[in-house]
């Protein structure tokens, strides 16, 4: 039985290198999705706490409110365009349409 080879034995090994590179991606795009989702929480609380400034009649909490959607906006902001990124640091001028529902 020295000589006896297994048919199925490349292909099975082959299959799951296939197999782990998808995995792979599956799992770069499942970081991503989470990254995009919390973005729109954040964005969400950015809206919400300009939508409370019309409702405060303090001046000086509403300057708060705003101070802190702002600063809100400004991390939101510059970790959005970190997501755009590729993962090999360079940005990618098409990264819209990896995400565009066609």
């Given at each position: 039985m020295a000589g006896y080879q297994n048919e199925g034995a490349a292909e099975a090994e082959?299959?799951?290198g296939r197999a782990e590179e998808l995995a792979a991606e599956a799992r770069?795009?499942?970081q991503n999705g989470d990254n995009y989702l919390l973005s729109t929480v954040l964005f969400a609380s950015v809206l919400f706490f300009a939508g409370v400034t019309?409702?405060?009649l303090s001046e000086r909490n509403r300057?708060?409110?705003?101070?802190?959607?702002?600063r809100h906006w400004r991390s939101e902001s510059s970790?959005?365009?970190?997501?755009?990124?590729?993962?090999?640091?360079k940005r990618d001028p098409d990264w819209i349409s990896?995400?565009?529902?066609?």
């Open positions: 082959q299959l799951r770069a795009a499942n019309t409702k405060v300057l708060i409110l705003l101070g802190s959607a702002s970790s959005c365009s970190a997501f755009r990124s590729k993962s090999d640091g990896d995400y565009a529902m066609v």
